[in-house]
């Protein structure tokens, strides 16, 4: 059994759908910030064993494929895409290290990579050949009509049943904002964020921004479950983005001489209410301290995903999650979604924060996913 490391870990900053990168496809937006996490390894293309990427919205085909080509990686390297939906980018890194931890690969690229702005269009043939086609917004994650909720309806629905309100929420908000605001003015994210256009005018997110509770109060209502009330201020935004990490095996590592060595220590999907999916991390990472004989407060940071301010402040308060340690440079809501790249920025972000920990210092990722899934990571400053 080998042991998985990360050794490097970029992303491309995330930007508002029909932003800065909407005439960029999958490739475009994948292949510098691949390019670079290489480089931060000190590793060049033909090392690569295997190209793991998540994506949700590209339609079929092979994304990983097309992105690998386009990074210079070798034609001769396989390469696989997962779509689990939010949980996709954060599956690719456990789909890595497994590939580590079995022997059948030495070094392995993963990541994400979304676009909101290019995604294709989505329509059902038609029955009869005279009918048009049918189009339609997202496909079904369960085959139950009634039991596969909007995601907006069901953050209302969690809210409605845990009794979060509208001000929770919007604190939970105007903190996300306020933490990532203060994180680009201090300029910690030069050795995270990759510029994808080449112009530099794309190395901060795009999204973040001085927000206000009276303003997050007069956000847009999004949906409603009862007392539940979702608003485009507690709602992440579509986005573009991507994210590369290199995993290597511990011992390679070594050899090569790599210093920021952080340890994938354990990971898991798991499956829960389909009715409720932004409750679904709260059993993952439950499992996941359970089994690794932790408590929350063992944890040095946390990156939780943030597609819903509710969300976050139920898996958060429902974990026992210490609050000052959960997206201490603020989360989606501050960011944007960019729903198969989010799990792999989770994990980027993780492995920025962790590289300055101590010697030791574990911190977790979580992220919920359409269907009631979840995917939770434990890493470990080695």
């Known amino acids: 059994m ?218 847009p209502v999004l949906a409603r479950h009862g007392d539940g009330e979702i608003t485009s201020a507690t709602t992440a935004v579509e986005a573009d983005a991507a994210a590369a990490l290199v995993v290597m095996d511990r011992d390679l590592a070594k050899e090569r001489g790599l210093s920021d060595q952080i340890i994938i220590g354990d990971g898991l999907s798991i499956g829960g209410d389909p009715e409720l999916p932004p409750a679904a991390p709260e059993a993952a990472i439950k499992t996941l301290l359970e089994r690794n004989a932790l408590v929350p407060d063992d944890l040095h940071v946390v990156e939780l995903m943030e597609a819903f301010a509710v969300q976050a402040l139920c898996n958060a308060s429902v974990c026992t999650l210490p609050l000052e340690r959960v997206n201490i440079k603020g989360g989606a809501l501050a960011r944007g979604h960019p729903i198969g790249a989010s799990g792999a920025i989770l994990a980027v972000r993780l492995f920025q924060e962790l590289k300055n920990a101590p010697s030791g210092a574990k911190g977790m990722a979580a992220i919920a996913a359409a269907g009631g899934l979840a995917t939770a990571l434990i890493l470990s400053r080695g």
């Open 2 to 219: 080998g042991e998985a490391v990360i050794v490097a870990a970029r992303r491309s900053s995330v930007q508002p759908k029909g932003g800065l990168f909407k005439a960029l496809n999958v490739g475009d937006l994948w292949a510098p910030v691949a390019q670079a996490a290489m480089a931060s390894a000190g590793i060049s293309p033909d090392l690569i064993d295997q190209v793991v990427l998540g994506n949700g919205l590209y339609g079929s085909g092979n994304p990983a494929r097309v992105c690998a080509l386009q990074a210079g990686i070798s034609q001769q390297v396989p390469a696989v895409t997962l779509d689990s939906q939010c949980c996709s980018g954060l599956d690719a890194v456990l789909f890595a290290a497994s590939l580590i931890e079995s022997g059948r690969a030495r070094i392995v690229i993963c990541g994400g990579v979304e676009s909101f702005s290019r995604r294709p269009l989505r329509a059902h043939q038609p029955l009869e050949e005279d009918r048009a086609p049918e189009f339609y917004l997202r496909p079904p994650f369960t085959p139950w009509i009634d039991r596969d909720p909007d995601m907006l309806e069901a953050a209302a629905r969690l809210a409605a049943l845990r009794g979060i309100t509208a001000e929770e929420q919007a604190r939970w908000a105007v903190e996300s904002h306020r933490k990532a605001k203060a994180a680009q003015s201090a300029e910690v994210f030069g050795d995270e964020i990759t510029s994808v256009t080449g112009e530099g005018a794309d190395l901060l997110d795009g999204f973040t921004r001085s927000l206000s509770e009276k303003l997050a109060l007069r956000a």
